[in-house]
């Protein structure tokens, strides 16, 4: 969807229930949220990685339906016409110990193909 | 049909931070890019390293400069915490091979006068003592650090949409158009846009809008992934490499680490628009990262994603005016290390956009530099 990101939303007053925390994991308030809105975060996934918000150990499972609603209500539109910020694997936190086990090369046998674009992306 | 003094066509970090700079000089500006959400390509998907050491001599002053000079300040600058920390990057070895690798990568570094040096197995223990025994050698940048790429992105945005910068997305760049042989309109599929001046800074997408008015840049692409790990103690702040370029990452302010690596299918990856993981990178790079820390075992991996980086023929930017379409900035090409120094870049295309002398000597970048090889 085509959005100016100058579109008016007036003054960011504040509302009953700002100090009231959303997302419990990263512990983002609802004025945070409505606050980035009017900051230009038009999107989900802007305010999820604005704000962390969905970010935590349950990856948006608790809030994210939540914090929809208040960006939708700042924006002036139906939270159904905001793209859910994307799903990420794992499904449920893993251990780095268990995931390292997958896709290993047959016992013995190099790697089947060196790596060495491992060099930081930055 | 709107008009601005410059169009900048793509809103990643590079395209935020020339807005910013550029808006901060009084230029009427207006960012567009074709994806929904600002920063969504690379500038959203690094690892967030901000180094010096290991980087081609052609951007390193672009490195060193933002680090002196913009890095520092730049939470203060644009009011947003982008988390800078300044506490070195370890590139680690392992064998006498890494220790020569390293060497090349350090010499080569100093000449530049980069403060860069190799240390031994028991200094990089004091630096950091939660690598594996069989860290042998490193090299040692003291001024590298890492940065938050997402709050630094939307820092940007953030900033210079307050400046008065006008911010389009979800509308697709189609082609450039000259008039009187220079660059005077950026199509798009809602409207075009009148300017003085252009920046395409698209990524990979920077090579079809160049092609419009005949210019390319020998652009291709890379799939890469990365991973972030739940909230940790806080274990050590130096940002770690290797010589083997098997694995990278660092801890967050946050306690979580991001790590990332690769299976070596970067280039063979298919992800048909998606940009998914794929399932044996993720793997790698807790194998990779289990050899080099060997006490984040049981640190459980919350997240994982891929991006997209745009791979220059010779492995550095191209950061420069068009000859041949006077008004025409290209920024793309980043190859994977665009973010350390993006605040640099786009003090830069701000200046190259005003007609100033830029702060850093852009010449080694410049887009007609690829001749033949034989």
Known sequence: MRTDRSKDLGPCLPMEGDDRIVCRCEEVTQGEIRQAVHDGMFTMTEIRRYLRCGMGLCQGQTCSRLVSGIVARELGIRPGELRPASSRAPMRPLEMSIWANECQAPDGAAETKKGGAGDEKC | ?374
């Open chain 2, 1 to 374: 049909m709107r008009s601005a003094d410059v169009v900048i066509c793509g809103a990643g970090v590079i395209g935020c931070a020339a807005a910013y700079y550029l808006a901060k000089k009084g230029k009427s500006v207006i960012v567009i890019d074709a994806d929904e959400a600002i920063g969504n390509g690379g500038s959203s998907r690094n690892g967030g390293g901000v180094r010096q050491s290991g980087r081609d001599v052609r951007e390193l002053p672009l490195a060193m400069y933002g680090i002196r000079s913009l890095w520092p300040t730049l939470s203060e600058e644009l009011g947003t915490d982008v988390e800078y920390v300044q506490k070195g990057n370890l590139r680690l070895g392992k064998t006498e091979k890494h220790r020569q690798i390293l060497q090349g990568l350090t010499d080569r570094s100093t000449a530049c006068g980069l403060d860069v040096k190799m240390i031994d197995k028991d200094q990089v223990r004091q630096i950091n003592p939660y690598l594996s025994d069989e860290v042998i050698c490193a090299s040692w940048c003291p001024t590298d650090g890492h940065a938050n790429p997402l709050k630094t992105t939307l820092g940007y945005f953030r900033a210079a949409r307050k400046l008065g910068a006008v911010f389009l997305t979800g509308e697709k760049v189609l082609r450039l158009r000259k008039e009187k042989g220079a660059l005077r309109y950026v199509e798009t599929d809602a409207d075009t846009y009148l300017c003085e001046t252009a920046i395409v800074a698209c990524g990979y997408e920077s090579r079809q809008i160049l092609d419009s008015v005949g210019i390319d840049v020998p652009l291709t692409k890379d799939l890469i992934e990365a991973l972030v790990t739940e909230m940790e103690p806080e274990m050590f702040p130096q940002m770690l490499g290797t010589a083997d370029a098997d694995f990278y990452g660092h801890q967050t302010r946050h306690g979580s680490f991001v790590f990332g690596g690769s299976a070596g299918y970067d280039r063979e990856n298919r992800d048909f628009g998606h940009l998914a993981v794929y399932g044996n990178t993720a793997p790698a790079i807790c194998r990779a990262t289990l050899r080099w820390i060997p006490r984040l075992k049981d640190a459980k991996i919350v997240r994982t994603w891929a991006g997209y980086e745009d791979i220059c023929a010779d492995g550095v930017p191209v950061i420069s005016k068009i000859d041949e379409v006077p008004g025409l900035i290209a920024a793309c090409g980043f190859t994977g290390h665009g973010f350390g120094i993006s605040p640099a870049v786009g003090t830069c295309l701000a200046e190259l956009a005003c007609g100033e002398k830029t702060s850093v000597d852009l010449s080694a970048l410049r887009y007609d530099r690829f001749r033949s090889c034989v």
